[in-house]
């Protein structure tokens, strides 16, 4: 699976858009972007993921470039509880159970 | 909603002994993985099972380590001989078909003393 790259950590106002980026450059045609987050020690919790497309659901979206080298995560109004650590993964072939490959993640700090 | 849950939430036991993580994935999911995260750590992909076989595996999940569904609902981890260094929290994510979003469990957190 592709390597991603993201800043360790970020800072953001409650009520503003909360962007993060990823970059991953070596990602290939069959391969998705998905991005996770972890409220402290809880389990990861699935946000939203894309192939090409610009993807919006309930919690965020996920504008990726046209190259697909990079994408941004957009929580468009932040509040206090979206303090976290989002983890951008790339992951190939999701027809069968493969697995995500974690990093260290962007440490968002969500403030008042 | 549907949820991954996982028991115990907090699991102490001496080192060599054995222990069982038990999980109950989303009802009609078909992937189950285990994760581990040691302290100030990242999350570790441990093993995913799919059709009552193991899909792949982790260099760490060695022989030390066993999966098993033993009836429709229950996803259960063995450790073997435990390790001071087994000490962590354990994950199980379970995704449906097509092996889309995976969604966790709060965890169950080892320490083995």
């Known amino acids: 699976d592709a390597k991603t790259t993201q800043p360790p950590s970020m800072d953001c106002a409650e009520g503003r858009a909360a962007n993060l980026p990823c970059n991953h450059s070596?990602?290939?045609?069959?391969?998705?972007v998905y991005w996770y987050r972890q409220i402290h020690s809880q389990g990861p919790q699935y946000i939203i993921h894309?192939?090409?497309n610009n993807e919006t659901n309930e919690m965020a979206s996920l504008i990726i470039t046209e190259d697909r080298k990079s994408s941004t995560l957009i929580l468009p109004h932040a509040t206090l509880r979206d303090t976290a650590v989002y983890y951008c993964?790339?992951?190939?072939?999701?027809?069968?159970?493969?697995?995500?490959?974690f990093g260290t993640g962007t440490r968002l700090q969500v403030t008042l | 909603e549907p949820e991954v849950t996982q028991t115990p939430s907090h699991q102490v036991t001496q080192m060599g002994q054995e222990v069982i993580l038990r999980c109950v994935p989303i009802?009609?999911?078909?992937?189950f993985y285990w994760y581990r995260q040691i302290l100030g750590q990242k999350v570790e992909f441990l093993v995913s099972?799919?059709?009552?076989?193991?899909?792949?595996k982790s260099e760490i999940f060695d022989d030390q380590f066993s999966v098993e569904r033993p009836d429709g609902s229950n996803f259960t981890l063995k450790i073997r001989s435990t390790k001071l260094e087994d000490s962590a929290m354990y994950f199980c994510?379970?995704?449906?078909?097509?092996?889309?979003?995976?969604?966790f469990g709060q965890g169950t957190r080892l320490t083995v003393v």
């Open positions: 994510a379970s995704s449906g078909q097509g092996a889309l979003e995976a969604f």
């Open positions: 070596t990602i290939s045609g069959n391969e998705y």
């Open positions: 894309g192939l090409k």
């Open positions: 993964i790339v992951r190939g072939d999701t027809g069968t159970a493969s697995k995500l490959t």
């Open positions: 009802s009609n999911h078909l992937y």
């Open positions: 099972f799919y059709n009552n076989e193991i899909s792949e």
